[in-house]
Structures are given as structure tokens and as C-alpha cells.
């Protein structure tokens, strides 16, 4: 009976996402305590086949070396279940009095996995336990070359989550893994988000995938060694990053930067240290091998150690060499070994001064590296702060072997495979990948003020039938000039007819009519008729000018001469004939 292999991938992948579904709506009701419980015991485990997981991986992908390996499990097994103890991701993470805010843990389901050949292993550990202490199921896809080991890995992590009472189907490996079933399980409909570790392709197919994802890929790791570092430390250091794992960390160093005045000195600590310095003619050796086409890695000898590349390129070293040091010219697609190379092959740039030092690890981090990784030797602080300033990388090590460093061995950076480059690589973070990476959170939270109060612009507001209105009738005119007030902050002058015809459709919209313009006042009542006096002297004209009031006469008063004169040599008239009647007023005799 014949059987279609894609077909078989397919359904593979089908069964394992719903059977970690269906876990998942189990294991997402578990608290705290019970997570961690199973965190632990998947650690455990973990730790005590940590070699035996190497060689394993060592054996089957011809990657690396055992005991380096060991110490990448170990990162996982050991430094990261530490950094997880008392995190907390299920349920209430943190209560805010002071801002009235309850911020809740949301676990997003199902994770997909995709695992690299060069670190299979320890990146099948370190994806687990943040998937599971996030509260997450998992599937994990291996890399065909390293299914074997991955697989192993899974099993045997699943075996102790079990043991601790997670629910069955929780962790789950693809057995035959594809091109095809790794592009079902990222596009499944109960996949969450993806956790893609792996070149370029994969990353991108991640990203196109349509799930929210945490793609991470290829670095290129420039390092600069300042005029103010000593030679001997920093290079051992360097070296000792460089032939870590025979170079298969992404965050290994690629190219080594520093001032031509120190080269005979840098030359000679690679010597002491374990490298060999090549010559030319091996350089150009080396490029013609480790590259299939352009910049693209040689995949046969990724991870190798530094004999075997030299024996593959035609010349011979010491079987204790630990790397292949080359001294290139420039940085670029014309001098490919300043490419991210995988291996324990080291380029070696000098140039005149700092400037020129800065232009250098900037160029060989946009030479396919951005965002991930670069390291500095220096005692300077404020070149170390300049440097972190300058470079588009993520984590700037200083001091430190940069794989070391990244991962978070010999730095307090959160202990992670997974690296990311950031929004300059085209990558959704710039972490470390914790569990809070993979969790959502849900905030709850009060109400503290009133809108008025938040924008005092748009004046105090008050309710009316659970719309947001003015006290008792809307008076027209007074929204009118609050819109026109607003609008004018903003250097918005719409003529008033317009502003107006806003307010009505505003107001009709909400079925709200405009209170009716306030009624004219009553004609007042009449005022009452002045006194008319009979007799006006000198002395009461004085007296109206100091109180300035009028002196209402008739014709019939009696006003004496110097009260008249008097009266006349002001310019606002003191004595009011109050009667229609014309004619002057009688004269005192």
C-alpha cells in the first residue's frame, strides 16, 4: 500500500497541535504552584542527562563538541530555571494600589517550536520550560539533521512533566519533520505564536506566516578591541568565545577590530592563546571553502573544529589549535570571511584610530548581522558607552567572550537560546526570549478621574441620562464658544456659522434640543418723575457739582444769579428743565 510521506507529515502535525490543544485547556486552569512544580521537575531531569544529551547531539549532527554542549544544556537545565523561580506568569502578576490597576496573566495556547541544528538540545530545553511556565503547551519541529536528539530531548522532558501531573499531550516533537509539516505547524489554526530559531528562510517563514512570532536568525558579531584593554586578557577571553562550541552560537565572535598600531601584539596573543595565524594564501583557502556561493556557510563544515577546516582548505595546524585567525583588509561582500562563518574561523581587521574602529563593527553588523550581538574590550567607560550608543546591536558585551555573554553565562542577561534582533532586523523584540514573551496580560483597572479632569480644555462635563451633557438644559451658545475655545488652542479658526451648524447635528445626534434662547426682560417699569425743586441757590449747585447729580427745575423755579452762573461754567449741564415747556426760569429779584 502505497503512502504519500507529505501527506503522513501533514496529519502528523495535525494530531500533535490538537493534542496539545486539548491539554492546554487543561493545564491552563493550573496554578502557580502547580507549574512550578512541573518546571522543576523537567529541569531535574534535564540537568541529570545534560552530557548524555550532548553526545547525542555531537554524534548526530557532527556539529560542536560534547563538553561545550553540556554547558549549553546545563544554561538551560540550571542558570534558567533559577532566573524562573519566583516569576510569576499564572493568574494575578501584580496588584497596583497606587494606580488602581490589576495586571493578569494570559497564556496565548499553543507554541511552535522551531529548533536549529547547530544547538538542538539545549534550545528543546530552554523552549519548553518558558512555553510551559508561561503556562503554554508546545510542539517542537527538530531540524532534520537533528531530529533524533531533539526527539530524545522532548521525550524525556515530557516523561517528567507527567511525572509532576501536567496534563498528557503537553509537549509534543514532530518525528518526521519538513519543509512541509514546519509551514503547517506554524500556519495551523490553534497555533498561537511561533518561536522560530534557524537561517534566514525559516525566520522569514515565520514572520509570513500570519501568527504573531519571535523569529531570531543569523548573527555577525563584530568586537573591538580599545587602546585602553590589555592585549593578553582580551584576546584569551576573545578565544575563548570563539572556539566555544566550535563556533556554532550565533552570537560567536566573526570579526575582531583594532588599532594597526597594536597589530604585532594582537598577532602574537592569538599565537599564545591557540590560534593559528593565517597567511594569505590560507586565507584565500579558507574563503574558497567555507562559502558556497557569495556569503552563504559551507553547511559541511559548520561546527568543525579548526584542523579539520584547515585540512578541508588544503593546509595543515596543530590538533590543539583552537581557531583559524585571518587577517582581511575590509569589510564587505568582497571579503567574505567578514560574513558570519560558524566555526572557529576568526577575521581579524585592523584599522587607524577609534573612528575608524566604530565605522568598522557598524559596517560588519549591517554585513548581515543586525541587531544581534557585538562585544568591545576596553577599561573606558565612556567608550564603552559610545560604542553601545553607535552600534545597531542588542546586547553590546564588554568585556565578556560574546556567545558567553549573550546567552547569559558570564552577564545578567536573562539566561536564553533564543536571541532576538529587534524591528532593525526585521524581528518583533530585542530580547533575551523569557516566558513573559509568550504570555499576554490583562489589566483591570478603575476608574480614577473624571474626563474633565484628564482634559480640563473640554470643561467640566456632567451626566444626563448617561450621556455626557451639560447641567440641566444645553445651552447652545455656551458649547458654541467651548468648541470655538478648543478649536482655537489647536490654531483651527472656522467661521461661527460653522461651528454652530457642528453643534446642532452634535446635538440632534443625541437627541438633545438646545434650551430656547432666554426671553427678553420685561419692559421695566417706569422710572419715577425727578423732584422738581422750587428754589435754587449758590450754595445747591455747589453741593450737585461735588455729588454729581442734576438739579430738576421747571419754569416756575426760582433760580438766583450766581447759582446760574455758577451752573454755566461746567461742561456737563447741572440744572435739567424737566418740562416740555420752553422759556427760562424765573429770576429771584
Not at 176 to 182: C, D, G, W
Not at 251 to 280: F, I, K, M, N, Y
Not at 316 to 336: D, F, H, M
Not at 378 to 396: K, N, S, V, W, Y
Amino acid at each position: 500500500m502505497l503512502q504519500d510521506p507529505d501527506l503522513l507529515t501533514i496529519q502528523e502535525v495535525r494530531t500533535k497541535v490538537e493534542k496539545a490543544w486539548a491539554a492546554w485547556e487543561i493545564y491552563r486552569s493550573f496554578s502557580q504552584e502547580q507549574v512550578d512544580a512541573i518546571i522543576e521537575r523537567m529541569a531535574e531531569a534535564a540537568r541529570g542527562n545534560a552530557r548524555k544529551l550532548a553526545e547525542m547531539a555531537v554524534e548526530e549532527t557532527r556539529y560542536g563538541n560534547a563538553a561545550d554542549k553540556v554547558a549549553k544544556n546545563l544554561l538551560a537545565a540550571e542558570l534558567l530555571p533559577q532566573r524562573l523561580r519566583g516569576m510569576r506568569t499564572i493568574g494575578i502578576l501584580r496588584e497596583l494600589p497606587e494606580e488602581r490597576i490589576t495586571e493578569i496573566a494570559a497564556p496565548v495556547g499553543v507554541v511552535a517550536a522551531v529548533l536549529p541544528t547547530t544547538n538542538p538540545t539545549s534550545t528543546a530545553i530552554f523552549k519548553s520550560l518558558i512555553a510551559l511556565k508561561a503556562g503554554n503547551a508546545i510542539v517542537i519541529s527538530p531540524h532534520p539533521r537533528a531530529k533524533g536528539c531533539t526527539c530524545a530531548t522532548v521525550e524525556l522532558l515530557y516523561r517528567a512533566a507527567i511525572s509532576a501531573g501536567a496534563p498528557e499531550g503537553l509537549l509534543q516533537c514532530l518525528t518526521q519533520p519538513t519543509l512541509e509539516a514546519t509551514n503547517t505547524l506554524m500556519r495551523h489554526p490553534k497555533t498561537a505564536v511561533i518561536l522560530a530559531t534557524g537561517g534566514g528562510a525559516m525566520v522569514k517563514a515565520a514572520y509570513s506566516s500570519g501568527k504573531p512570532a519571535y523569529g531570531v536568525g543569523p548573527g555577525n558579531v563584530p568586537v573591538l578591541l580599545d587602546s585602553s584593554a590589555d592585549v593578553n586578557t582580551s584576546v584569551a577571553k576573545l578565544l575563548s568565545g570563539k572556539s566555544f562550541d566550535h563556533g556554532t552560537l550565533c552570537s560567536s565572535e566573526q570579526t575582531l577590530v583594532a588599532e594597526a598600531s597594536r597589530r604585532d601584539a594582537v598577532l602574537r596573543a592569538l599565537q599564545t592563546h591557540g590560534a593559528h595565524v593565517c597567511t594569505p594564501e590560507q586565507t584565500k583557502a579558507l574563503e574558497r571553502v567555507l562559502f558556497n556561493r557569495g556569503t552563504a556557510v559551507n553547511p559541511d563544515l559548520v561546527g568543525h573544529a579548526a584542523a579539520a577546516i584547515a585540512q578541508a582548505a588544503g593546509f595543515s595546524v596543530a590538533p590543539g589549535v583552537r581557531a583559524l585567525a585571518c587577517e582581511i583588509a575590509g569589510i564587505g561582500k568582497q571579503y567574505p570571511l567578514s560574513a558570519e562563518k560558524l566555526s572557529p574561523v576568526l577575521a581579524v581587521h585592523f584599522v587607524p584610530d577609534w573612528p575608524a574602529a566604530l565605522a568598522a563593527c557598524e559596517a560588519v553588523l549591517r554585513f548581515h548581522g543586525l541587531g544581534h550581538t557585538c562585544g568591545i574590550y576596553t577599561q573606558d567607560e565612556a567608550r564603552a558607552r559610545e560604542f553601545g550608543l553607535r552600534m545597531p546591536a542588542h546586547r553590546i558585551l564588554v568585556n565578556s567572550p560574546t556567545p558567553q555573554g549573550s546567552v547569559g553565562i558570564t552577564t545578567n542577561l536573562f539566561p536564553a537560546m533564543t536571541l532576538g534582533c529587534g524591528a532593525v532586523a526585521g524581528n518583533s523584540t530585542g530580547d533575551n526570549v523569557t516566558p513573559l514573551h509568550l504570555l499576554n496580560i490583562k489589566r483591570v483597572a478603575w476608574a480614577v478621574r473624571e474626563p474633565h479632569e484628564a482634559l480640563p480644555a473640554l470643561g467640566k462635563p456632567a451626566t444626563v441620562g448617561g450621556d455626557v451633557m451639560s447641567e440641566g438644559p444645553v445651552d447652545k451658545a455656551r458649547v458654541v464658544a467651548a468648541v470655538e475655545k478648543v478649536l482655537s488652542q489647536r490654531g483651527i479658526a472656522p467661521a461661527p456659522s460653522t461651528t454652530a451648524g457642528i453643534v446642532d447635528r452634535f446635538l440632534a445626534r443625541r437627541g438633545v434640543s438646545p434650551a430656547p434662547a432666554a426671553a427678553a426682560p420685561e419692559s421695566a417699569a417706569p422710572a419715577p418723575k425727578p423732584a422738581i425743586v422750587d428754589f435754587v441757590c449758590e450754595n445747591d449747585v455747589r453741593e450737585a457739582i461735588r455729588e454729581g447729580r442734576k438739579i430738576h427745575i421747571c419754569v416756575k423755579t426760582i433760580v438766583t444769579p450766581a447759582a446760574r452762573d455758577l451752573a454755566n461754567q461746567q461742561r456737563e449741564e447741572v440744572l435739567l428743565l424737566t418740562r416740555s415747556e420752553k422759556g427760562k426760569p424765573n429770576h429771584a429779584s
